[in-house]
């Protein structure tokens, strides 16, 4: 398995990468934002995403978004193909992805939202918190990216200031030790069950 900073000789998986990303929202039956093969290839060329291969086969992805100027960059789209999961892969390209961030843009702050909670406790490991969405980028072209999200009506209803992802934001300026972190499972379901209740519920009235 290589795992690898994404360039224009990948875009040959800009489709599976896509495919991957709807299959697994349709599965799981949660928000995740829908990303076209267009859209993937953008971030491949860049150098702004992270790959994982077996051989010639497409296993997973990464990509980094930067908004506000530089301050913020988001690591969003982790996907990992349906042969891959289960074997740890998901950490380790997070963990590449978080790397490249940190070299490409040191100042600034790192941010993402996600209902999974396996993301949440990766994140949490590498020294996130989690954060309300005023502390996250104000940028509109970030939002607006939500708007294939099943979800989107929730955030629109709150103003933009909750929905049933949860914000998560690591700031360098904190410098925060992250070798011995432990983490919370039990609280961050919690905060998806609080979240699924008050939303949902309103949404089904």
Request: net charge positive; aromatic share 10%; charged share 30%.
């Amino acid at each position: 398995m290589e795992i690898s900073i994404a360039n224009e000789s990948h875009f040959k998986y800009a489709k599976v990468i896509s495919d991957t990303i709807t299959e697994s929202a349709q599965v799981r039956g949660t928000g995740i934002a829908k990303r076209t093969p267009e859209y993937i290839q953008k971030r491949l060329a860049n150098g702004n995403a992270v790959i994982a291969l077996d051989g010639d086969k497409f296993a997973g992805f990464c990509y980094i978004e930067v908004w506000g100027n530089k301050n913020f960059v988001a690591n969003s789209g982790l996907i990992v193909h349906p042969d891959y999961r289960n074997q740890g892969l998901a950490k380790k390209i997070k963990s590449k992805v978080f790397e490249l961030s940190r070299t490409k843009f040191p100042d600034a702050k790192i941010f993402g939202i996600t209902t999974g909670l396996a993301v949440m406790k990766m994140n949490y490991e590498l020294g996130y918190k989690p954060v309300t969405f005023s502390e996250l980028t104000d940028d509109p072209e970030f939002w607006k990216g939500c708007q294939t999200c099943k979800n989107f009506d929730i955030l629109t209803r709150t103003e933009r200031k909750m929905c049933l992802c949860t914000g998560m934001l690591y700031d360098p300026a904190t410098k925060q030790k992250v070798e011995e972190k432990k983490v919370n499972s039990k609280a961050f379901k919690r905060l998806k069950s609080i979240k699924e209740s008050l939303f949902l519920k309103k949404k089904t009235k």
